[in-house]
């Protein structure tokens, strides 16, 4: 009962101390966006002639041209400081009538001053290309994106773990020199390029696994079953996890190799437990303690790797979704994603710390 009040509290300090790291990004991700060249006038009405008045008007509509500060403040806490009356007189001044009452989602009809309340309220504002909101394209790709991370992630771990602790029994063997030498090459392949040279062989040559995709066309528009559509998830999730199942069957096969020369496991040797005993039951757990250093990081990787991975498998992932954002430069689109991301990674790095505790009991959190 101790342990989980000092785990809840931990937990909550950690929340707290986030408070500051996520305004942090926010303020200097918006920061980089808004230095970004280029007009989306231009990309989104196809009219790079048009005419300076209208593109004003329009840049107005999208509110791309107020101050750096009006539109981070927008977006962070809403429209409804803007509404304020700073002469008494009753009527809200023209300058912050033109910034709330906007035709942002393309309906024809300007919206109400107060209508957006900031991604702080859950509102991360309309989508300038598919006119609909954020948070509703962003839930539609999240499902797809964490099949594939998952999936991703237990690869890694089912086939790296093994791999590194049967590397550090066997030190010096074939079994650990040919892994070696592939964690080297997984490491070293970039993902795009192994994807695409798998694509080539496994689904256009040997026509094994389909080309791209999450699933087949259906006459509803929804995928079929998780297992009637595994076929589609092997490649995209073995390139993903490539990296991350390299890096555990590394650090396990270091940090296993430490703790086989430890005086218990000659103890337990002398117990005469089993080899496999000693190696999965009293060594394995021990040697976890640094792989739980990786998963905060292995976890921003998968979402950051799944832009590229979503990108050449054509998977309808948030990567995927990103992709197309930044290049059409839809920015609400974009932002939204890299708010969750971050939460996703600030959320990692305190998983991270919690396996600790789990794994070994000795350190505490006080």
């Not at 970039?190 to 026509?207: K, Q, R």
Request: net charge positive.
């Amino acid at each position: 009962m101790k342990l989980v009040i000092c785990m809840i509290k931990y937990i909550i300090r950690r929340l707290v101390q986030s408070i500051p790291i996520f305004f942090g990004i926010t303020l200097l991700s918006y920061f980089l966006l808004w230095l970004a060249p280029g007009d989306p006038i231009i990309r989104l009405y196809f009219a790079p002639n048009i005419k300076a008045e209208r593109r004003a008007e329009l840049r107005a509509q999208l509110g791309v041209d107020d101050p750096f500060h009006i539109q981070y403040l927008r977006w962070l806490i809403g429209d409804d400081w803007l509404r304020w009356d700073s002469d008494g007189d009753g009527i809200a001044d023209q300058a912050f009538e033109l910034f709330t009452q906007l035709d942002t989602n393309g309906d024809g009809k300007p919206e109400p001053p107060g209508s957006n309340y900031g991604i702080l309220r859950g509102d991360f504002g309309n989508s300038f290309v598919r006119k609909k909101p954020v948070m509703e394209i962003i839930a539609s790709a999240i499902p797809a994106t964490l099949e594939l991370s998952i999936a991703a992630l237990l690869f890694a771990m089912v086939v790296g773990i093994p791999v590194g602790v049967i590397s550090a029994t066997k030190k010096g063997s074939i079994f650990d020199n040919v892994s070696r030498v592939l964690a080297v090459l997984l490491n070293a392949i970039p993902d795009f390029w192994l994807g695409l040279i798998l694509l080539l062989v496994i689904a256009v040559l040997l026509g094994l696994v389909p080309l791209g995709g999450r699933c087949g066309l259906t006459l509803t528009g929804e995928c079929p079953p998780f297992l009637q559509r595994l076929q589609y998830l092997i490649l995209p999730a073995f390139v993903l996890s490539g990296s991350n199942m390299a890096s555990f069957s590394r650090y396990l096969r270091t940090s296993t190799l430490e703790v086989l020369s430890q005086d218990y496991i000659r103890t337990a040797k002398a117990k005469g437990l089993s080899q496999r005993q000693i190696d999965f039951r009293h060594a394995l757990r021990n040697a976890l303690i640094p792989f739980a250093t990786l998963l905060g990081p292995i976890m921003t990787n998968l979402w950051a790797g799944a832009t590229v991975i979503e990108t050449v498998f054509a998977w309808p992932g948030l990567g995927r979704v990103f992709f197309n954002g930044a290049i059409q430069q839809d920015y609400p689109v974009v932002m939204g994603i890299v708010i969750i991301s971050a939460i996703a990674t600030i959320l990692g790095f305190l998983l991270s710390d919690i396996l600790y505790v789990l794994i070994d009991p000795r350190i505490r959190l006080s």
